[in-house]
């Protein structure tokens, strides 16, 4: 088992930042590819980035420009560095293993608005 505590989330105005971070209880180069997730409300959670152990990376399009998913296998964290923030980047954050998901942390909150 493993456990994700995600965090960094924030109110944020449009056009701002915010740096996710995802620590994760046990090893994650083990666990392979890592993703981000986002849920808004009444919407299904969708993929947002996903990064391998060898830096292979994918970008929904969505997000494409904007954000950059990055992995410290040391630290057993996965981060994602969000820029232009859009009101419709606004949902609950989360990280699990991309393609074969474990369990599902709480997540953490972004709230773009001015």
């Known amino acids: 088992q493993v456990q994700f505590v995600e965090s960094g989330g924030g109110l944020v105005q449009p056009g701002g930042s915010l740096r996710l971070s995802c620590a994760a209880s046990?090893?994650?180069?083990?666990?392979?590819?890592m993703g981000w997730y986002r849920q808004a409300p009444g919407k299904q959670r969708e993929l947002v980035a996903r990064?391998?152990?060898?830096?292979?990376?994918y970008y929904a399009d969505s997000v494409k420009g904007r954000f950059a998913i990055s992995r410290d296998n040391a630290k057993k964290t996965v981060y994602l560095q969000m820029n232009s923030l859009k009101p419709e980047d606004t949902a609950v954050y989360y990280c699990?293993?991309?393609?074969?998901?474990?369990?599902w942390g709480q997540g953490t909150q972004v709230t773009v608005s001015s």
């Open positions: 699990n293993r991309a393609g074969a998901e474990l369990s």
């Open positions: 046990r090893s994650i180069s083990s666990l392979g590819t």
């Open positions: 990064i391998s152990n060898s830096r292979a990376i």
